[in-house]
C-alpha cells in the first residue's frame, strides 16, 4: 500500500467538467467534484505543506486539454496527475479514434516523464439512459480500452469506472444524465482513493437507493423535459460552435494549499 504522507504532497488535476466537478456544487454555486474530495483526502495525511490545483475546464476536447492543461501541469512537477479527456470528443461527429489513441499514449509519456503518478479513468457507461447508444457506446469502449493499455504501458494508476455496475444507478447521475451527482463524486473519489492505496470516507462509497420505476407515461413525459431543458441546448451549442465552457477558467489555475 502507497503512503500519501511521503508520496503526495501535491497533486493536479486535468481535465474536462467529469474533473471540474460539475454537478456536485458548494454552497456558493461552485463546483467540488471527486478531485476536490481526494485533494482533501490527501491533504489530510500530507499536512499543511500538500498543494492542489485543478486545471479542468467543462466542454473541453482532448486536444484542448492536452494544448492547454497538460503543458502547465507538467510544469508545476506535481507528484500526482489526473487526466481524464475525450468524454466530450466521443460525442462529436468529428470523432476520430486513431488520432486520439495516439496521442492518449504520448500525453501519458509525457506526464509520467517528471516522475509523476499518473491517473487514469476507463470512464462509467453513461450512454444507458441517452440517445445515440449505438453510435457513441462503441467509441467510449475504444476510449476505454485505449486507457487500460496505456496505463498499463506507462505504469499509471488505472481507476476502472466502467466495471462498477453501480453507476449504472441513475441517482449517481445529475438531472442532465451526462454529469454525475454529489453521490456520484463521492463513489469516485472512493475508487481513487482506493486506487491508490489510501482509505477513505465509507459514506463516499455507499450508493442511493434506486428510485421505484416511473409509469410509461411519465417517464416520457420525463424524457421530454430532459430534452428541452438538456439536450435542445447541448445540440444548438454544436450548431454555433460553442462550448458550455467559453466563458469559464480553471477553478485552482495554480498549484495552493488547501483553504478550509
Not at 72 to 95: E, Y
Request: with cysteine.
Amino acid at each position: 500500500m502507497r503512503e500519501a504522507r511521503v508520496r503526495w504532497r501535491s497533486f493536479v488535476a486535468v481535465g474536462d467538467s467529469f474533473t471540474e466537478g460539475m454537478d456536485d456544487a458548494y454552497p456558493d454555486g461552485t463546483f467540488r467534484g471527486w478531485a476536490d474530495l481526494v485533494a482533501t483526502r490527501l491533504a489530510a495525511d500530507a499536512g499543511p505543506d500538500f498543494r492542489y490545483a485543478n486545471l479542468a475546464i467543462r466542454g473541453r476536447l482532448f486536444p484542448s486539454v492536452v494544448a492547454e492543461q497538460v503543458p502547465s501541469a507538467v510544469a508545476m512537477k506535481p507528484d500526482l496527475i489526473s487526466f481524464a479527456a475525450g468524454g466530450n470528443d466521443v460525442l462529436r461527429r468529428t470523432f476520430d479514434p486513431d488520432t486520439l489513441v495516439a496521442r492518449f499514449d504520448e500525453v501519458v509519456r509525457q506526464l509520467r516523464s517528471g516522475g509523476a503518478d499518473v491517473l487514469l479513468f476507463r470512464f462509467a457507461d453513461v450512454m444507458a439512459r441517452l440517445p445515440g447508444q449505438r453510435l457513441v457506446a462503441p467509441r467510449v469502449q475504444l476510449l476505454n480500452q485505449a486507457v487500460g493499455e496505456t496505463a498499463e504501458r506507462h505504469g499509471a494508476i488505472m481507476v476502472d469506472l466502467y466495471a462498477d455496475d453501480t453507476f449504472l444507478n441513475p441517482m449517481l447521475w445529475s438531472t442532465d444524465r451526462l454529469h454525475l451527482s454529489p453521490a456520484g463524486h463521492r463513489r469516485v473519489a472512493g475508487q481513487v482513493l482506493n486506487a491508490l492505496g489510501v482509505g477513505c470516507d465509507e459514506e463516499w462509497l455507499m450508493v442511493p437507493p434506486h428510485p421505484a420505476p416511473s409509469p410509461w407515461l411519465a417517464a416520457r413525459a420525463a424524457d421530454l423535459r430532459w430534452a428541452g431543458q438538456h439536450l435542445a441546448p447541448w445540440v444548438k451549442r454544436r450548431l454555433t460552435g460553442r462550448s458550455s465552457g467559453d466563458t469559464v477558467t480553471a477553478k485552482r489555475p495554480q498549484l495552493g494549499p488547501l483553504v478550509d
